[in-house]
């Protein structure tokens, strides 16, 4: 058969059946390079089919006429915001539209919320879009648009054949021509497509209330305005984007950021564990990634514990343990971390039950730490049991402060049981970073902690950069100063009571 010939059959098959112009119309087809036997009349109607009103084209699997690689690459085009939007750097939402040609079948109206149903991983789902479209020639029917994905050559499988044929629809799946805009987005997307390629994109963030906090890298940075703006578009409830400027001030622990997009209002509201805070994001430290060990710590203490947060921040330790009836000392040296401690002490109603502090930390354990350790432990005995934690998260530099312990308290201890439980953070680079962190704290302490410690791992930092906890009640030779030859008394042969401490002092 001619070249002519095949035009005529083709062309009888192509006009065949009367659909809509909308659903209908097509872009051109392309073809593998490879393929020179391709009719040239062919290529050209191909190329022109979009423009012609009422122009459907039907693919079978086993056809003359198949595209795998024009559907794939349509499929693809779903994800993929229009290609002229790379390097953009100023947000342009109009940029993003592009058309692509979607499967779809036509199905009347009354019977449209069953077969939704039936067909529900069929259908496809973008950020924004209807899955059911108007038949603007045919108010009686809808189009239910399809996944290009789950739609291979625009057949269906015969589970789905099944269906339609138990609902009486036409299994024959059309084509349309499918708007989509930069609603249609994911913000990754987006943002793939705009950075140049090969390059690291960031969609994630910390949320912070209504604080979006981003931490760009210097290849993202001349794209920052754009990145802030989408990810306030692409996250209900977030109406400030920022970006860290600089690493987190080791005294009071806070960091220079820049507002990328939306309002300017950094004073926002965080829910952490069932606990409201408020404060100002940009003078006080909150990492939203610690609620977890927060809570962590918090299960681990009973009604009646003594709890001392010695970088306390605005509360996160303080406050929850203050609520399950702990007694609380909680200490920040910022005096804005101080302030948003108290006001959330009394948010919070538990203001009556922590005595806050304004003390560098050492200051704190030295004093307040001291004075009150030095008062309850010796009135402890053997029945009562009250347990003593000292939280200190600051993992750049706590455990340079773990000297502090060493010979903090006078005498003797009167139960081991009662030794304090230090719940340190620090961060770790090496290779064995449990085991690093066990070193430092015993060198700080001046005597080993092997097989007298726990450590958990909190967090990834960052690659190669792990923060932990390592846990450990404080051993009596560190925490006590033992009297000086001359001045010691005859050894105990057992551990003094609340009792023997009271007789000792009218005694002397």
């Known amino acids: 058969m001619g070249q002519t010939g095949i035009l005529v059959m083709g062309t009888r098959t192509l006009w065949r059946f009367g659909y809509s112009a909308r659903l209908l119309k097509t872009n051109h087809f392309r073809t593998a390079a490879s393929n020179t036997s391709f009719p040239a009349v062919w290529m050209l109607l191909a190329q022109y089919s979009g423009r012609i009103p009422g122009l459907f084209v039907v693919v079978k699997k086993n056809s003359f006429f198949t595209m795998p690689e024009t559907l794939k690459d349509k499929a693809v085009e779903l994800y993929a915001p229009h290609p002229e939007v790379r390097g953009m750097t100023l947000l342009n939402r109009e940029a993003f539209k592009r058309t692509v040609v979607v499967p779809v079948l036509k ?195 009973k009604p009646g514990d003594v709890l001392f947060d010695v970088f306390a921040g605005i509360g996160p330790f303080a406050i929850p343990a203050a609520r399950k009836k702990c007694h609380v000392f909680a200490n920040d040296l910022n005096p804005e971390s101080y302030s948003w401690l108290l006001h959330n002490c009394k948010l919070n109603k538990v203001d009556s039950k922590v005595k ?83 070193e430092r704290a015993g060198a700080s302490l001046g005597t080993s902690l092997d097989g007298r410690c726990s450590t958990y791992l909190v967090r990834n930092v960052a690659p190669n950069k792990e923060m932990l906890c390592i846990s450990f009640q404080v051993p009596a030779e560190v925490l006590y100063k033992r009297p000086c030859p001359s001045e010691a008394k005859p050894a105990s042969k057992r551990l003094c009571t609340s009792k023997d401490y009271s007789e000792e002092k009218l005694l002397s």
């Not at 609902?167 to 609603?183: A, D, G, M, R, W």
């Not at 730490?369 to 009250?386: A, C, H, I, Y």
């Not at 308290?409 to 770790?428: K, Q, R």
């Open 107 to 301: 199905v009347k109206k009354e019977i449209i919320s069953v077969l939704l149903k039936s067909l529900k991983h069929m259908v496809l789902q973008r950020p924004g879009l209807k899955r059911v479209v108007e038949d603007p020639e045919d108010e009686d029917s809808r189009f239910l648009i399809l996944d290009p994905h789950k739609v291979p050559e625009f057949s269906l499988g015969e589970p789905e054949q099944e269906v339609l044929k138990q609902l009486s629809v036409c299994p024959e799946v059309s084509k349309y021509n499918l708007e989509l805009t930069y609603e249609n987005f994911k913000s990754e997307e987006i943002l793939r497509a705009v950075l140049p390629e090969g390059q690291e994109v960031t969609s994630g963030f910390s949320r912070v209330g209504h604080i979006a906090h981003l931490n760009l890298r210097d290849h993202q940075l001349p794209y920052r305005y754009l990145i802030g703006q989408v990810i306030i578009d692409k996250n209900p409830g977030i109406t400030c984007a920022v970006n860290k400027t600089s690493i987190i001030d080791s005294t009071y622990r806070n960091f220079q950021m820049e507002v990328l997009a939306g309002e300017s209002n950094l004073v926002t509201k965080v829910k952490e564990n069932n606990i409201t805070y408020e404060l100002d994001f940009s003078k006080v430290y909150w990492n939203p990634r610690l609620s977890t060990e927060h809570g962590r710590i918090v299960e681990l203490l």
């Open 356 to 438: 806050a502090f304004n003390m560098d930390g050492r200051d704190f354990l030295l004093g307040p730490v001291r004075e009150e350790l030095s008062k309850e432990l010796p009135l402890l005995n053997e029945e009562q049991k009250t347990s003593f934690h000292i939280v200190m998260n600051l993992p750049a530099l706590a455990i340079e402060f773990l000297d502090a312990f060493r010979h903090l308290l006078d005498g003797e201890p009167c139960s081991t049981a009662a030794l304090p439980i230090v719940h340190c953070y620090s961060f770790s680079k090496h290779d064995d970073p449990a085991k690093d962190i066990q």
